[in-house]
């Protein structure tokens, strides 16, 4: 007998020492011989490569170092590893915020087509989930995306939906106790839980969250989600805009982010095919300081995309960001990584070839193995693909009889064998599939998304009435199984199924291009297979016959794509997350022959599909498909259908004039003009041929008179001169039945489109300084209020004639208007933009004349938020701001961090808005809030990190530059001031002396006429000059005016002016009581230093040391650190000082 064998896990658990053979069941002879694969012997000469990654060692460390640098692990509960770094818990328990950029890592991957940057991917999450050992408790979740080349065919967000869908469903998944602790923190979220305008926009964009987030909506816009959207998708009261896409994504994975053990992996594949709306939102992301325990990949081809490309303009900004481009904002050094993925060695071919054919040693295929490398050139999806080919060919076989793959030809004739490129040999492995997989292939080559098995029967059913029955239905997953089994598609699941790679997509569809269907590509192609035969060699000949053909091929082409574009129609209006099937339908219809289509259909999809695509952000998307419909459209046969001609072309005019796209919304408003039937029906085009042309030429006095001119059209006949202005008064009154401006807050509220004309008729005769026209403007808007309802943008017309009235110092009345167009907008309260824009100017303009600004800035914040939310005009967005800061620093409240990190917020925004001329505003805010805080040099000067104002105005045109020196002198003349640097004092006077004393916003004239005065008034007692003395008397009248009236803000700053203009112990004292009683903390450190200066010149050194002390712990309170530091150098008794009461904030 033989010895035992060594090996222990080769032994025969039925051996039996003296005797040959086993008495165990005959194996199958693949259990004999592990040179052949066990499921080979149903099918002999079927390929199977091995599972494991080649040749990608060195990127998988990169990838698993990325995850590992900030995967959470909890070791005893007061401390957190992070990576390899540590966070410490304080003595209050709370744990050390990290750096917010180590939370997150970015990865861009790229190679070309087939390179395996999807299976890297793959095998990164397959390593990396075993590493961590994850539970139902603890996943590691992963969520994928993929782009694809069918752009036109895509919604917006397409891929990102798709992330967004899985990442929603794998943490439905998740054990019980994990789910619920998951939707807690979201419907415990201020920013995304139930009854938020967040979440709202959400399930808007996304729908697929809703197994995550639930009925969260329930009382955003409605009492449910129902009421969240309309019949034939997600239709919000007011469509979000890319800001509130973006700002509440980012909220989204902030939460999902922060309540994960570990950290979420997120792919998005293909991003070379990216639409403009996914470039947008991913720029906010991935520079996002707010995400944590997120690694992004993001894999794209490198040969696809040139320096211009979007996406690199992506790259070079994400990375600027993270990585210190801006060093007031980077995240993290090398918190951005980029790989490139070569094609593979010929060693490394060499061996997957030897591990496939089941030779082990790379050596014994080396002919073989330099033929196919020749071919592929170590592309390993390529590679693959050859040698599927030669085993089709025979020229590699599986010898049955030795139980091993062997080849007998050269490898010049293996080289001959293989095709020329992988498209013509993935068409040939298709040809070799049944005619049931091969018209699989074909359906759903036409649709770039994964595809449930219900759908698929549907499109594979001969119409869109077929039932399919039990046969038919195991036909389907027969060719389903085929298909999978040969590569061709990807199980996503048991019953959602994708075609593996785009390569095999275009295999599907003939090479005959046609350029106009798709944008980003030649992927415009007819078919190439039936549904009924393939004949795989069809040598038919040609002439007539072959003329027939073609004519049933195209045919049967076009019935399919019919038949396919009904299916997704009817799938897509079934369900919010179905709606990706739409812009496939509508892609279709859109492409097909006229003839084919229904024209009032396709024009209604169009519009529908496109308002969906507006819903989502996505203007581009939206102007695109309403574009698509006038491309293939004669115009005589559009007005035909009058009122859907009508609805396509105001659709398109404000699309296009949304975009800039002025000299094509001009065309359209001709044809309008020209073909509208009434008056009312030409409203809209005259109203954005008013905006075109006024936006281009930025003529505004032209704008108005223009504007009035097609108000006179609709029979307003708009007065001019002073006496007619005094008769619409007197009609007013009469109109009004001589009760207040309060009693229009009882208005009814109806549909009158005229009032935007008014708005912005009244805003062009505003920006042109004709005060008497915006006031004509409103009598004759009021009146037909009154008369017939108010629109929706009626509050707007209400709060310019306020701000009209408060420039002109009739204060009284504008404070009554302002606080009606405030009630006003309760009357529409799901229109979040101009509710915002209103209360922005209602509070920045008028109510702060006589209101405190303390009790504005709140407000002010929050209409910020929704104007960001809402899709608001940019300079709202980051006017709110400007209105915000300069009330917060009029009120004097404390200067803090979290002061300054709204600010580096905002610089953000403007610089992802294009907006230099804001950006230089906040700038000049934050150096003025670091000179008060941190000690300077020359802290009057902005030569700082936030601001320097030589290089600044050097960058600026003429007006730009007069406006920027106008703010950043008034902010340098108060650190003048609190600094008391005469020379800065006296240049900043010089400066702003030749500057109107008027402005519309309320905080930033109180701001520079306070400190214009004291400035003025103290280089004027201190004998330095009195040339600006009638400079400081103009300051001093109009906070006089203002206290009279009783304004809460005007009363300090006038008594203060007055103990500077004349120094006394009670004028000083009067100052004094009046800032401590508003709470301005800042003017009553700086009221009680210049008194304690007085005092100590009078020789009354006691009382100055006290009042200089109290100066000294209100500047502290303030926040101004630098000024406290200036005060220790100048007087060190306050070194040992106390405080004698309580800090007043």
Known sequence: HLPPHDDEDDEDEHYIEGAHGTLAEQKDEAYYDDRSDASDDIEKGRLKFPKELYGRERELKILQNCYGEIALRIDGGNQVNLGEKKIESDAYGKEEEPDPYEGTRVVFLSGYSGVGKSALVNEFVKRTRSKYRTTDESPIIYASGKYTEMTTASAPLCAISEVIGRMASDLSKMSDETSNSMMRKIRESALIGPATECSGVLLSTFPALLPLMGDTSRGVRGSALSNLLTEGGSSPATPPSMNAVKECTKTLFSVIGGALQNPMIIFLDDLQWGDQASIELLLFLLSCTKLRNIVFICAYRSNEVDEGHLLMKLIEDVTQARDGGDKDIAIHPNSVERIDLFNLSPEVIAQLIADSIKKGDAKGVDELAHAVYQKTMGNIFFTKQALEELVRKNVIFYDVMCFEWRWIVSKVEVGNHLSHDVIAMLKD????????????????????????????????????????????????????????????????????YIIAHDLIRQACLDGRQNSDRYSSSSLRRSLIFTPDSIEHNANNGGGEEQDQRNAVAEENQNELMLHISHVLEDFGSKAPANEWCLFVAVDILNH??????????????????????????????????????????????????????????????????????????????????????????????????LRCKTEETRDYSQGFIDGVEILNLYGFGIPTTMSNIIKEELKLKVALRNRSYSSLAKLPVKDEPIFELFMTVQKYAQWSSNVNCVKVLSLKSIKHAIRFGMGRHFPTVIVYFAASLAVQGKVKNAQELGSVSISLCDKIPHDKEISASVRMKAHGNVLSQLQPFCNSVEPLLRCHEDLKLSGGVVDNVLGSMMYYFDSFFAAGLQLDSLLESKLLLTEKLCRSLGRPGFLANFQIYRQFVDNLRSKAENPAEFQGKAFQEEEAVNRMNSNGRKMMLRDSSSYRLQLAFVFWNENVMHQMLERLRGYPLSDQMVARLHNRLCFTGLAAFALCQRKVTTSFLKLGKDCLKYFARLTKLGSFNAKPVYLLMLAMRGPSRKAFQRAIDACAGASMIHLEAMAKERYAVMLNDESDSELAKNYMTSSYWLYHDWGAHAKVQQLLEAYSFLKHSKRSVSPQL
């Not at 298709?430 to 098995?453: G, K």
């Not at 009435?465 to 195991?474: A, F, G, I």
């Not at 004669?634 to 105001?650: F, G, I, K, P, Q």
């Open 592 to 689: 097909i022959q006229r003839e084919k289509t229904n024209m009032n259909d396709l024009v209604k999809l169009n519009l529908r599909v496109a308002k969906i695509a507006r819903n989502t952000g996505s203007i581009h998307k939206e102007n695109e498909l309403l574009h698509e419909v006038l491309k293939h459209s004669e115009l005589t046969v559009m007005w035909r259908e009058y009122d859907l001609a009508l609805e396509l072309y105001n659709a398109l005019i404000v699309s296009d004039h949304y975009l800039g796209f002025y000299f094509n919304a001009m065309l359209l408003i001709k044809e309008v003009l020209q073909s509208a039937r009434s008056l009312d029906d030409k409203l809209q085009a005259y109203l954005y041929q």
């Open 429 to 496: 492995k298709i040809l070799h599939l049944s005619a049931d997989a091969q018209h699989l292939l074909l359906v759903m080559a036409y649709i770039p998304r994964a595809l449930d098995v219900s759908i698929l029967k549907s499109l594979m059913a001969k119409d869109k009435d077929s039932v399919y029955d039990t046969n038919t239905q195991l036909t389907l997953m027969n060719a389903l199984t085929e298909a999978s089994d040969g590569g061709m598609l990807f199980s996503i699941d048991s019953r959602c």
